[in-house]
């Protein structure tokens, strides 16, 4: 176990040879514990998918959810079926994503039912990408009860955006504004900040006609941005945008808002 573990971290950090190494040579010794049989297939599928092999590692992802599923595993079944969506065409996705959250809403283990916000997000995305954005706010709006009952801030926060942003996609400007702003001073009194509500919080205002208060939304959201510490490499283009939206050169000094 502690050896797939290691696995996990090693492809996490991008060091995808050294943690098929270790899964290589974990194998070689022919373990026949389930639980480590169902890891071995699980993280195997990952490196693989890391690795640009998404179709190599989906019938590994099987393997691992056939193994779970018999073993009674029922987080690492969810897991294998979360990471099979992943890689699956496109037309697949959602019936493996809806499996998936029927195992975690009827699962007994904790661990697993905790799977259901993940889910949700993830359909959310693939309604809200087919165009069904009705569907997509309450597969949202699910997401944030879930993610309330865990009582994670980023991930409630994750899940209240993506609720807002659908809200202006089905042209409820006015309602996404409120939701947004909401959000931003919920983050700040748990002394947080976040480019992305910035961001949205001006594109509603610019929808809305109020193009000068949505300046400064779009200049707070370049600064965060900018801001953002090691290993969260901004998008330069996002940055450019930010930027040019909110009035600001690219040689202007950044604001240092965080």
């Given at each position: 176990m502690?050896?797939?573990q290691?696995?996990?971290?090693?492809?996490?950090?991008?060091?995808?040879?050294?943690a098929?190494?270790?899964?290589?040579?974990?194998?070689?010794?022919?373990?026949?514990?389930?639980?480590?049989?169902?890891r071995?297939?699980?993280?195997?599928?990952?490196?693989?998918?890391?690795?640009g092999?998404?179709?190599?590692?989906?019938?590994?992802?099987?393997?691992?959810?056939?193994?779970?599923?018999?073993?009674?595993?029922?987080?690492?079944?969810?897991?294998?079926?979360?990471?099979?969506?992943i890689?699956?065409a496109?037309?697949?996705?959602?019936?493996?994503?809806?499996?998936?959250?029927?195992?975690?809403?009827?699962?007994?283990?904790?661990?697993?039912?905790?799977?259901?916000?993940s889910?949700?997000?993830?359909?959310?995305?693939?309604?809200?990408?087919?165009?069904?954005?009705?569907?997509?706010?309450?597969?949202?709006?699910?997401?944030?009860?879930?993610?309330?009952?865990?009582?994670?801030?980023?991930?409630?926060?994750?899940?209240?955006?993506?609720?807002?942003?659908?809200?202006?996609?089905?042209?409820?400007?006015?309602?996404?504004?409120?939701?947004?702003?909401?959000?931003?001073?919920?983050?700040?009194?748990?002394?947080?900040?976040?480019?992305?509500?910035?961001?949205?919080?001006?594109?509603?205002?610019?929808?809305?006609?109020?193009?000068?208060?949505?300046?400064?939304?779009?200049?707070?959201?370049?600064?965060?941005?900018?801001?953002?510490?090691?290993?969260?490499d901004?998008?330069?283009?996002?940055?450019?945008?930010?930027?040019?939206?909110?009035?600001?050169?690219?040689?202007?000094?950044?604001?240092?808002?965080?």
């Amino acid at each position: 176990m502690l050896a797939t573990q290691i696995a996990r971290a090693l492809g996490l950090r991008g060091q995808l040879g050294e943690a098929s190494a270790v899964l290589d040579e974990l194998t070689a010794r022919a373990p026949t514990d389930p639980e480590i049989l169902v890891r071995i297939s699980l993280e195997g599928g990952r490196v693989l998918t890391s690795s640009g092999s998404p179709e190599n590692a989906r019938p590994l992802f099987e393997t691992a959810f056939e193994r779970a599923s018999a073993a009674g595993f029922e987080q690492l079944a969810i897991d294998a079926l979360h990471m099979a969506a992943i890689v699956a065409a496109p037309d697949e996705q959602v019936a493996l994503n809806e499996h998936a959250l029927d195992l975690a809403r009827a699962a007994s283990d904790p661990r697993a039912r905790d799977w259901r916000a993940s889910l949700l997000n993830n359909l959310g995305w693939t309604r809200f990408e087919a165009g069904e954005l009705d569907a997509a706010l309450s597969l949202f709006t699910e997401a944030v009860e879930e993610r309330e009952r865990q009582g994670k801030t980023r991930e409630i926060g994750v899940a209240r955006w993506s609720a807002g942003r659908t809200l202006r996609a089905l042209n409820r400007t006015e309602e996404a504004l409120a939701a947004q702003s909401d959000l931003a001073a919920w983050f700040s009194a748990s002394g947080l900040t976040d480019s992305y509500i910035e961001e949205e919080i001006a594109e509603c205002l610019a929808e809305l006609g109020r193009p000068d208060e949505a300046v400064s939304h779009f200049a707070a959201a370049a600064g965060l941005l900018a801001a953002a510490g090691p290993g969260e490499d901004p998008d330069p283009e996002r940055l450019a945008r930010l930027r040019g939206l909110g009035g600001q050169s690219m040689m202007t000094p950044d604001p240092g808002i965080g």
